[in-house]
Each structure stands twice: as C-alpha cells, then as structure tokens.
C-alpha cells in the first residue's frame, strides 16, 4: 500500500510492517500489514495513510481530535514507545520499521 503517488525507485521509499493488536484488530479486519511510505515520512504520516485505508471508525478509535491520540493507544516504532522519540512527528527509518499499536487497559 502506497498513500502517494511515488516515483517507483526502491532508494525513495521506506517499507513499514504494521502490527494491530488488542481491539484495533476488529477495527481493521486484520493482524498485520505490509506497505511503503516516501522517505522521510513520519509516525503521523503513516497514521494519515492509515486512516485513509481504514476510515472514520480507525481514525475515531485512535484520535480524540487531530492529532492527538486516545490515551489508551501505545504505539511503538522498532520498540521505542513513539511518545520517547517524538510523538507523531517522530520519523520512520530508511530499514523496515515495525509499529504496534496496543490499547492499555484500565481497572484493576
């Protein structure tokens, strides 16, 4: 999957793999998902793309407003929570990168 139109050189694209666990599974109808994204994209970039392919019920389960997640949404790039390296602006690298997206549970 491809969110823009992208010149077909392997050099001007990164390749991501996206895991979904907890509900988001349901969301998306799936575990996992291979796709590309310009060089140079980012952790919001990708959460873009994804919200295009997946529509308003992914979007709504991760965002309270634009750009600002739900609190109970953990996402990792190559095992780094997100919120340590950046946030949303936090650049994707040229290897392939692994981004989860868990939901924390509450209660006790």
């Known amino acids: 999957m491809a969110?823009?139109?992208?010149?077909?050189m392997e050099a001007t694209t990164i390749n991501l793999k996206v895991r979904f666990m907890g509900?988001?599974?349901?969301?998306?109808?799936q575990p996992d998902l291979s796709m590309s994204l310009p060089r140079g994209s980012n952790v919001g970039d990708l959460l873009k793309c994804l919200s295009i392919k997946f529509g308003d019920s992914f979007t709504r389960w991760l965002f309270t407003e634009p750009g600002r997640l739900h609190?109970?949404?953990?996402?990792?790039?190559?095992?780094?929570?997100?919120?340590?390296?950046?946030?949303?602006?936090?650049?994707?690298?040229?290897s392939e990168v692994?981004?989860?997206?868990?939901?924390m549970f509450e209660g006790g």
Request: net charge negative; glycine share 10%; proline share 2%.
């Open 3 to 8: 969110c823009s139109k992208m010149d077909s």
């Open 23 to 29: 509900d988001l599974r349901a969301v998306v109808g």
């Open 71 to 94: 609190h109970y949404v953990l996402i990792f790039s190559n095992g780094q929570n997100i919120k340590d390296i950046g946030g949303l602006t936090a650049q994707l690298e040229d």
């Open 98 to 103: 692994e981004i989860i997206m868990l939901p």
